[in-house]
């Protein structure tokens, strides 16, 4: 809002310094009217980002307070149940800022809750990134820049989760330590490597200190700086729309409607995480008790995070740990904690090049995709939920044991069987789910919406009246582009000789049919002729319903 | 004093003291395995019989008339005490309403007399733990601090790190022991019922079952962190995070997004 | 969907027809309440003053709580302190939020804009030059006559981190010794005590149905305790003889029915200590591998492998547990070089 006292072309005092020193006005033109897209999803990674400026704020108060050392202490706090403890100095200083510092417990919980909600966060953003395809071109690199924050976020957590020194983390600690001993060759030295010597050693909490308030928070800000650069430079995607394009952003500018509702998100987010610190005890350390190797409590299990992990542990039977020439490979560990989590982030990581290589699209994408119109991703990608949730139930399995009256056993059993089976009917239903949203949307775009309103004609006959969408509805449900599976050109040549990478494209092709043969392709303009040529008064008639136009196709002779 | 130096030299000395020997001996072993002479009031004549008709009405059809057992479906009770009829009576656990992974707690059915008389006869067939005395279980008398580290050592891995209970293997559990009364707490552990493995008073001295029971007493103050969301970890934690933490600023994301009317 | 359908079921004509729907264009806006009602305007803005008003008083809350309601020493007083100060805070920005978020919604101009996407790549006339400018630098480097300082060069950068890794791998490990993994203080006539106390145990103490968590006499006067604890601890218990079945190799590691085994999990190394008495079942509460105490502890559910190892143990002259040796086998986790 300029002030009328001020003559037009003037900059306000300070931005005049600067910009005569830095040439800020630049900047400013560029930028301060820059358009974002509105949709609440596009704030999901808002969610993440605010999260962990509450981190960085509350972290910055209790690491005032924390003394990162594994050197003996005996407590003499206000605490009746840790009178005379041995604890280490991590431990004691924790229980100091928890109950001695005004404020502490707080900063302590609101930390501890953010860090659940952040990686919450990030796990969520990265879903709605996923199933509306926004990691196509040109955004694949921004894609493994979230993937690599979402690890680091892990890390993070788990180094920060691990600080304490109580029991709970402290078996956290050592459950790791088993997992790195089970590394083929390097593993025992690996563990070495950690802990500076045997478990637990005097260097494990000083190590993870530098860990989690230096190495990994600098790079998780520089990657987020890298990642909102490239969401700036490239534009944010929109969801598809009457007036929405590949060529053109529709939204409201930074300045001041997308600052202010990021200004409000992220006070929100900070009050929402204030009325939990306040109210929720989260990872009552006192509760557990100073490390100790011994001890340990019933409910042992890291924060949700990890417990896909910790699920997978407890899931693979004992017998898969072989010797082989008198050296252990203990598969019961390495498949569960390395290779299964391996296979699922590689996979993730590496989706948006498998679904380019199988659509053979390399055009830039901004519009998104509504999950319904790419069915083998949005049923990839439940699958993946699938096997994730059984992981993390299975990781909970000894509380669902306790609250639903059920066998250990039993469940870890239901849950062996499930981890295979669930996968592969959830991709089913997905995928069945996704064509039958599809065939809906050619339905009402070719016969309109159903009014209630029934009509006798002369002839005795009774049609139900439909009422044809507008043009923005109609759009909605025909603007995507048909995908068709790559056709695969002859082995030999036409002179009969035998083509080079024919087999790679013989693979190519396969998997491009797995992703686009089963399709509902959109109503053209031909076939909305073609259905109110027929007249209006037979929408309902059921030779429609077995016309070739409505039911999917499996890819024939002919290909797309 | 000076008497007793001065004849400690007298021939008869070794035999005296041998003797003190074995009276301290029997005591220190009647002390630390108490024993039914222990128990609150004695019981008259009247109470035995009383709780044998209790028995065989209530108790005989597992257990047998004369509480010898029957294989298979019952234990014997000869020498389990009036700490494991009072346990097992007063939470209701006995009498078994059906058999399943274990014995439940539920509402009682006898009053707190009928429940003396039982343990009284029971008690009465062999030698047993018994019903401890008030001071014994005193929690003002235990130091909570000793406890927690007692008590993560020894219940915490079944009972959970405040005592919120806990899953075994096959369907059996470790009871929460929020509501379970200080009497109770010190008779699971001289009696070790069903899956619970035994604590007398070598493995854990009275004293230190006096501070268990403090640790245990400190928990009802509640969490200073407010809401304890169950007590049963990052599970628990996570699944509120997700719940009203995630849902709450989805909801705002929602709210922000919409377009105003 | 398939191609002949469009082509082969219509009437000739339609053909004429675009292949495509054409997009329709932004729709038209649509006023709020507040851009055509003066009242509504005058509404909102006033819920963004009290709001943000709110907000004030919330900080002003938080800053008075912290003085007047120190944590003290009790629960409930450390409870109270966190809570109120917690409310101040959440009111401060909970209720800025709501006003930045409602100004934003229903005062703030919400005509759509619209703003021209580029293509992220470059035009052929720039992505020449940058070519030529390449091609320019590297033939200025003269690398491609002079190999030498090629080889030279990708040598001494591929060797440079080592200065600064090798200093750090070598120290980061202490001594690299692994082979404590196969050795723990026990060793022969050192007697059991009770963990944490220390206090030694008598066979005869230990009576049919107890578990007791013993550590090795004199660990707590180590200087690092733990380290050798987490190796060390043991779980004693005593079963029925007649319910305890012995290998013939370990007959004789038993005492009257009182068996030792290690607590740590041969599966990943939790602290294994939930023991059934009436089972024998010792269960890891970690990942749930159930072992048969009455059977030498073999694995009879969940991911670990191999039995808990068992501490041979007998008792002295006066009755006291003690061990006959250190185990005969790491204690723990699996790990590469194990049975080597």
């Known amino acids: 809002m300029s002030t009328n006292a001020r003559d037009a072309g003037a900059l306000a005092p300070p931005l005049d310094y600067l910009d005569q020193r830095t040439g800020l006005a630049k900047v400013l033109k560029e930028f301060s009217r820059k358009i974002f897209p509105d949709h609440w999803s596009f704030l999901l990674g808002e969610i993440a980002l605010f999260s962990f400026i509450v981190l960085l704020l509350t972290g910055t108060f209790i690491s005032l307070f924390f003394v990162p050392s594994m050197d003996e202490v005996t407590y003499s706090g206000p605490l009746a149940t840790m009178q005379g403890v041995e604890m280490s100095k991590a431990f004691d200083s924790t229980l100091h800022l928890s109950f001695e510092v005004t404020g502490g417990l707080l900063m302590r919980q609101m930390h501890h809750w953010a860090a659940l909600i952040f990686i919450g966060a990030i796990v969520v953003h990265m879903f709605r990134i996923f199933f509306t395809g926004a990691f196509r071109k040109p955004r694949e690199i921004n894609w493994i820049i979230g993937f690599t924050l979402l690890i680091l976020g892990l890390a993070e957590g788990f180094s920060g989760y691990s600080l304490p020194d109580d029991v709970l983390s402290g078996n956290g600690l050592r459950i790791t330590d088993g997992v790195v001993k089970s590394i083929p060759i390097i593993g025992s030295y690996l563990s070495y490597f950690i802990f500076g010597g045997e478990f637990p050693g005097q260097h494990i909490i000083p190590r993870l200190f530098t860990v989690h308030i230096l190495l990994v928070p600098a790079l998780i800000l520089g990657l987020i700086g890298l990642h909102l650069f490239l969401v700036v430079l490239q534009k944010h995607t929109q969801f598809p729309g009457a007036g929405r394009t590949n060529k053109n952003v529709v939204g409201y500018p930074i300045f001041p409607v997308y600052a202010a509702k990021q200004a409000g998100m992220f006070f929100i987010i900070f009050g929402v995480l204030a009325l939990m610190g306040a109210t929720m005890t989260i990872n009552p350390v006192w509760n557990y008790g100073p490390y100790d190797p011994s001890p340990i409590s019933a409910g042992a299990q890291p924060d949700w995070y990890m417990l896909f992990l910790e699920g997978a542990l407890r899931l693979t039977p004992g017998f898969l740990e072989v010797v082989i020439g008198g050296y252990t490979l203990s598969l019961n560990i390495l498949i569960p904690a390395v290779v299964v989590p391996g296979l699922l982030f590689t996979s993730m990581a590496l989706y948006p090049f498998i679904e380019s290589w199988a659509s053979g699209d390399k055009r830039e994408h901004h519009v998104l995709d509504r999950p319904r119109n790419a069915p083998v991703r949005t049923a990839l990608g439940y699958s993946l939920l699938s096997v994730f949730l059984v992981l993390v139930l299975a990781g909970t399995n000894d509380i669902i044991a306790t609250h639903f009256s059920l066998s250990i056993e039993a469940i870890t059993w239901t849950f062996r069987v499930l981890i295979f089976v669930l996968p592969v009917v959830t991709f089913t239903v997905a995928k069945r789910v996704a064509l039958g949203l599809q065939r809906k949307d050619r339905e009402m775009v070719l016969h309109g919406h159903e009014t209630g309103k029934i009509v006798r004609f002369d002839t005795g006959e009774y049609i139900e009246v439909h009422q044809p969408l507008d043009e923005e509805e109609r759009w909605l449900r025909v603007q995507h582009e048909p995908r068709r599976p790559i056709p695969l050109l002859p082995a030999q040549n036409e002179r009969g000789v035998r083509r080079p990478g024919y087999r790679r494209d013989a693979i190519r092709s396969r998997v491009s049919r797995f992703f686009y043969a089963d399709r509902v392709e959109p109503v053209t303009p031909a076939e909305l002729a073609a259905a109110q040529a027929h007249g209006g008064h037979d929408e309902i008639s059921a030779s429609q319903h077995d016309a070739p136009e409505l039911t999917a196709t499996r890819e024939g002779s002919s290909a797309g | ?261 | 969907m398939s191609d002949e359908s469009t082509e082969v079921g219509l009437p000739v004509e339609q053909h004429a027809l675009p292949q495509r729907f054409e997009n329709p264009g932004l729709p038209e806006h649509h006023p709020r309440l507040t851009d055509v009602d003066d009242g509504a305007a005058k509404r909102s803005e006033r819920i963004v003053v009290v709001l943000f008003m709110l907000s004030a008083l919330g900080t002003i809350g938080a800053i008075v709580a912290y003085f007047t309601v120190p944590p003290g020493a009790t629960i409930a007083s450390i409870r109270l302190s966190t809570m109120l100060i917690g409310f101040g805070l959440a009111a401060t920005f909970i209720f800025a939020g709501a006003a930045s978020v409602h100004w934003s919604k229903s005062l703030m101009n919400d005509h759509e804009k619209i703003e021209y996407r580029h293509p992220m790549v470059s035009d052929t006339e720039t992505r020449e030059q940058a070519s030529e400018m390449l091609a320019d630098g590297m033939s200025d480097t003269g690398l491609s006559r002079r190999g030498a300082i090629k080889g030279a060069m990708i040598t001494a950068v591929a060797l440079a981190p080592l200065g600064f890794a090798v200093p750090l791998i070598g120290s980061v490990g202490g001594d690299w010794d692994i082979s404590k993994f196969r050795h723990t203080m026990w060793k022969k006539g050192l007697r059991l005590t009770h963990d944490p106390t220390g206090r030694p145990i008598k066979a005869s103490d230990v009576t049919i149905g107890s578990a007791v968590h013993v550590i090795p006499e004199g660990l707590n006067k180590l200087e690092h305790p733990l380290d050798e604890k987490s190796k060390a601890m043991v779980l004693v218990i005593r079963l029925d003889p007649r319910d305890l079945h012995e290998a013939p190799d370990r007959e004789g590691w038993s005492y009257e029915g009182i068996v030792a085994y290690s607590k740590v999990c041969t599966h990943v190394g939790c602290p294994v200590a939930l023991y059934e008495q009436r089972t024998h079942h010792l269960l890891c509460p970690c990942h749930q591998s159930t072992f048969d105490i009455s059977n030498g502890a073999k694995v009879i559910f969940g991911p670990a492998d191999r039995p808990l190892p068992q501490l041979p143990i007998t008792v002295d002259t006066e009755g006291y547990l003690v061990a006959q040796s250190d185990f005969h086998e790491p204690v723990g986790p699996s790990f590469w070089e194990r049975l080597k």
């Open chain 2, 1 to 261: 004093m000076k008497a007793i130096a001065a004849r400690r030299h007298h021939r008869f000395a070794p035999v005296v003291l041998l003797a003190l020997a074995l009276l301290t001996t029997g005591v220190l072993y009647a002390a630390f395995t108490p024993g039914p002479a222990q128990a609150a009031s004695a019981p008259t004549q009247d109470d035995l019989t009383a709780g044998n008709n209790l028995f065989r009405a209530n108790c005989a059809t597992c257990h047998g008339m004369n509480a010898q057992g029957r294989p298979g479906v019952a234990p014997s009770l000869i020498g389990v005490g009036a700490a494991a009829v009072d346990f097992q009576v007063s939470t209701g656990r006995m009498p078994l309403m059906n058999q399943g992974a274990q014995a439940p707690a539920k509402p009682v059915i006898f009053t707190e007399e009928q429940i003396r008389q039982m343990a009284a006869w029971v008690a009465s067939l062999g030698p047993g733990p018994a019903v401890p005395a008030p001071e014994e279980v005193d929690p003002a008398k235990g130091d909570a601090a000793q406890g927690m580290e007692l008590f993560r050592t020894n219940c915490a891995m079944c009972h959970g790190a405040v005592g919120q209970g806990g899953a075994l293997t096959n369907g059996k559990y470790a009871p929460n022991l929020g509501k379970a009364s200080p009497t109770t707490i010190y008779e699971a552990m001289v009696t070790g019922p069903q899956s619970m493995p035994v604590f007398n008073n070598a493995t854990i001295t009275p004293q230190e079952k006096r501070d268990i029971i403090a640790y245990l007493q400190a928990q009802k103050a509640g969490s200073p962190g407010g809401v304890t969301l169950g007590s049963i970890g990052p599970v628990s934690e996570g699944l509120w995070a997700w719940l009203l933490g995630i849902g709450a600023l989805i909801g705002a994301a929602v709210w922000i997004g919409a377009k105003s009317s």
